[in-house]
């Protein structure tokens, strides 16, 4: 089945630090993929979608550059948080869909970051 | 109100069935999915339904969706301890590119 790798798992960084989160598609070519945040106890908040070679498209209320992502090539996107502050803490979760060539696929999610900034 | 719906919690005993409800606002929803969560864990895709479908089963899992209420539940049968997670509902449709909006996942707690 399509597989997403996502990493770090986990990551802590000092305040005022910038940290990279890779997402990979490891079996399939993802033209796009899509950056979630997780709350506890919310719902997963779609930050913004990913789209190789060209710039994302951010959410409403979602800071671009503060979270600067690049979709360099059909299996790599990155999420990185600049200037990280305790609030940035969350678990992040990127995903991306697998063509099948059949209509529209489900999104494939990899196993998240856990973001903690001290 | 969200436009997607789930309790928060559900607690069954094992080996007995649950039930995990969601409801939804777009009428025009074209997908619907219910996703998997464990501790610390991205969400793992169970299954999804079609809305020209009615009820979708696979395994352990079966979906049941009316649309006229906008309803969709997920059925897991003889539930065990491992089945002891978050549950996502969630729908899409052809407006929105077909990405999800989820509702904010229903702990399921499965005890002995």
């Known amino acids: 089945g399509a597989v997403v790798s996502q990493h770090p798992s986990r990551v802590i960084c000092k305040s005022g630090t910038s940290v990279k989160i890779e997402c990979r598609s490891l079996d399939f070519q993802a033209t796009t993929m899509f950056w979630y945040r997780q709350f506890p106890k919310k719902s997963l908040m779609l930050m913004a979608t990913s789209n190789e070679g060209s710039k994302a498209t951010y959410e409403q209320g979602v800071e671009k550059d503060k979270f600067l992502i690049n979709h360099a090539s059909l299996t790599l996107s990155t999420l990185t948080v600049t200037s990280a502050h305790p609030e940035d803490s969350s678990f992040y979760i990127c995903s991306a869909r697998a063509p099948t060539g059949q209509g529209v696929t489900p999104l494939h999610f990899g196993n998240g970051t856990r973001l903690t900034v001290t | 109100g969200e436009d997607v719906e789930q309790s928060l919690f559900l607690s069954v005993r094992e080996g007995d069935s649950s039930v995990i409800n969601c409801t939804y606002t777009?009428?025009?929803?074209?997908?619907l999915y219910w996703y998997k969560q464990e501790p610390g864990a991205g969400l793992q895709l169970l299954t999804y339904i079609f809305s020209n479908m009615d009820m979708k089963q696979d395994q352990r899992l079966t979906v049941l969706l009316n649309k006229k209420d906008k309803h969709l539940s997920l059925r897991i049968a003889d539930t065990q301890t491992g089945d002891s997670a978050i549950y996502f509902c969630?729908?899409?449709?052809?407006?929105?590119?077909?990405?999800?909006?989820f509702g904010r996942g229903t702990s399921l707690i499965v005890h002995p």
């Open positions: 969630a729908e899409s449709i052809s407006g929105g590119s077909y990405i999800p909006t």
């Open positions: 777009d009428s025009s929803s074209t997908y």
